[in-house]
Antibody, heavy 121, light 108 residues
Framework: EVQVLESGGGLVQPGRSLRLSCLTSGFTFGDYPVNWVRQAPGKGLEWVGFIRAKATGRTTQYAASVKGRFIISRDDSKSIAYLQMNSLRTEDTATYYC????????????WGQGTLVTVSS | SYVLTQPPSVSVAPGQTASITCGGNDVGSKSLHWYQQKPGQAPVLVVYDDSDRPSGIPERFSGSNSGNTATLTISRVEAGDEADYYCHVWDRSSGHFVFGTGTKVTVL
């Protein structure tokens, strides 16, 4: 059974950093791209960024709203992905979801339950 | 940047059919996916690649995509279908994923 579990959320002050983790199991993690998606309270889904699999160079791409501040990485040996969030702003307050991108496609077929990040002084 | 536009809300009586549209420039040339999100829960993929259903998703959920509009159709609507629905594509030109604005489906 595929499982995706985020952790690391919490309350953080503006300008500070936070690292989220995405622990997975039930599939060959290294073969799949991982995407992060966020949802501000009462708002819609917003794509944050992705990291490709090793076979495609582990390349990364980010939404304009987080580019230069957020970094996605992965440790295939541990089946974990990370979202390093720097220079946090109040508008980064959201539930952050880790998702598996389907093999051979572009849908997000498995999602974690999400972790809430609150940026406030 | 690429934009996907959905109606904010759709209301439907139980047993009837709900149609949710997703508009975007030449969206029919892209592979489009739909997600269902119930309150307090993570999104769930209900249709992928325009019209395919993941295992476990009822046949009542179907999709189409042509021209500038994609549509998610929910037949024989049930109370449990009440949720927010989002469309989603990969925009090759920007290298970014894009979500639609979301539609709240209310079962009367």
């Amino acid at each position: 059974e595929v499982q995706v579990l985020e952790s690391g959320g919490g309350l953080v002050q503006p300008g500070r950093s936070l690292r989220l983790s995405c622990l997975t199991s039930g599939f060959t993690f290294g073969d799949y791209p991982v995407n992060w998606v966020r949802q501000a309270p009462g708002k819609g889904l917003e794509w944050v960024g992705f990291i490709r699999a090793k076979a495609t160079g582990r390349t990364t791409q980010y939404a304009a709203s987080v580019k230069g501040r957020f970094i996605i990485s992965r440790d295939d040996s541990k089946s974990i992905a990370y979202l390093q969030m720097n220079s946090l702003r109040t508008e980064d307050t959201a539930t952050y979801y880790c998702t598996r991108e389907a093999a051979g496609g572009s849908s997000f077929d498995y999602w974690g339950q999400g972790t809430l990040v609150t940026v406030s002084s | 940047s690429y934009v996907l536009t959905q109606p904010p809300s759709v209301s439907v009586a139980p047993g009837q059919t709900a149609s949710i549209t997703c508009g975007g420039n030449d969206v029919g040339s892209k592979s489009l996916h739909w997600y269902q999100q119930k309150p307090g829960q993570a999104p769930v993929l209900v249709v992928y690649d325009d019209s395919d259903r993941p295992s476990g998703i009822p046949e009542r959920f179907s999709g189409s995509n042509s021209g500038n509009t994609a549509t998610l159709t929910i037949s024989r609507v049930e109370a449990g279908d009440e949720a927010d629905y989002y469309c989603h594509v990969w925009d090759r030109s920007s290298g970014h994923f894009v979500f639609g604005t979301g539609t709240k489906v209310t079962v009367l």
